[in-house]
């Protein structure tokens, strides 16, 4: 397997510029995901990897060899659609066989009679049928090499997709959205065998998707694009617990934090709708925006909260409550997560007092990207 590196890519299609300056190295082995909204340019970038689509400006390598011109079939990468690409007249062994007969069998080889009668083409054959069964032993997927993709379902033709693309043994994995046409249920279990196929085979794995869930259990790192630019490279848990642009923090995390008016008062104060958090900032005084997880706020008893509202809207999921809150300050609802043994009292209409740890805000410039903060500590007072 290899690294793959992305210097300074950018592409326009006409006047419109869908990536920008584009930079990442994913070291041998990494499983990264391109995580955006619809339209950020994550596919684009995947498909220029892959040659499908050529750059206006910068370099792809792969280890120390640029593949800028080098044509798709030639570059060693194997790529899994969202539609999975399967052909319907062939059995799921001549599907994942494919790239393996083209490969090594010219074009009198690959006739269907011919292919069995040719001395050469024989054994070469029977190279391809054991790296075949060796593939579907590793996707579970031996008792299904007879039948055709319209006689399987949506996960086992997801499976024949993978196969495919593992058989050839490329330097990389490209997988564009692969599970965006299963039910919920089946893209749960995908995650996990995806995941679960990847720490098996140690390959390099680049996984395009707009699901953050996806993107946060699957990964080893995410990069986040947003119009088109590179805002956050880093773990899943870099990514949710230290976003660095308020986009990155609203994108990443289901439900999304809570976004509430600030300021950074003259001596470094951090304030919330008129309330000190807590938290310091060295930052330009002004307007601010401070961001906090629905699990980072509690419930207060009445008169010790931090902010106040009325509850709008509970989600019961069972095991948790997701309360929705507002007051007459707020643009917009926050929400609370809420254990279901703390909806004791609960309903829409009742007034709630809500606190939180100062370590939790989150604190944002007005224009969204983010400021640094400490803690105030009361021997700040004592060294002012």
Do not use: W
């Amino acid at each position: 397997m290899s690294s793959v590196h992305i210097q300074n890519i950018s592409k326009s299609f006409g006047k419109v510029e869908v990536l920008k300056d584009i930079s990442l190295h994913i070291p041998d082995g990494e499983f990264v995901s391109l995580v955006g909204p619809s339209g950020c340019g994550k596919s684009t970038l995947l498909r220029i990897v892959a040659g499908l689509e050529h750059q206006s400006s910068g370099r792809i390598r792969i280890n120390e060899d640029v593949i800028d011109g080098v044509r798709p079939s030639e570059r060693n990468i194997s790529m899994v659609f969202q539609s999975y690409a399967l052909y319907p007249h062939l059995s799921v062994f001549d599907n994942i066989a494919v790239p393996l007969r083209m490969g090594r069998l010219n074009s009198v080889q690959r006739l269907p009679v011919l292919r069995h009668l040719l001395p050469g083409a024989r054994a070469t054959e029977k190279s391809i049928r054991d790296d075949v069964e060796e593939v579907a032993s590793l996707l579970d997927m031996k008792h299904l090499l007879n039948r055709r993709p319209g006689q399987l379902s949506g996960g086992q033709r997801q499976r024949v997709a993978v196969g495919r693309a593992i058989v050839r043994e490329p330097h990389a994995f490209l997988l564009d959205e692969p599970l965006s046409n299963l039910d919920a249920k089946l893209r749960v279990h995908m995650r996990t065998e995806i995941a679960q196929l990847h720490r098996r085979l140690g390959a390099t794995f680049i996984y395009v998707t707009h699901d953050q869930a996806e993107a946060m259990t699957m990964s080893d790192r995410i990069a986040v694009l947003m119009d088109g630019e590179l805002v956050q490279v880093g773990s899943p848990d870099e990514v949710y617990n230290d976003p660095q642009d308020i986009r990155v923090a609203e994108f990443i995390g289901s439900p999304k934090i809570n976004v509430f008016d600030g300021e950074i008062r003259s001596d470094g104060g951090v304030d919330l709708h008129g309330v000190p958090t807590g938290m310091v900032s060295d930052a330009q005084t002004g307007p601010a925006q401070v961001g906090l997880r629905p699990e980072a706020l509690r419930l207060a008893p009445l008169g010790e909260g931090l902010l106040n509202g009325t509850v709008t809207h509970i989600e019961n999921l069972g095991a948790e409550l997701m309360v929705h809150f507002a007051n007459e300050a707020m643009d917009r609802p926050a929400i609370i997560r809420l254990d279901h043994i703390e909806r004791h009292g609960l309903d829409v209409g009742k007034d709630i007092e809500i606190d939180f740890t100062p370590g939790a805000v989150r604190l944002f410039s007005a224009a969204g990207t983010r400021v640094p903060t400490e803690e105030f500590m009361e021997k700040q007072l004592v060294n002012a």
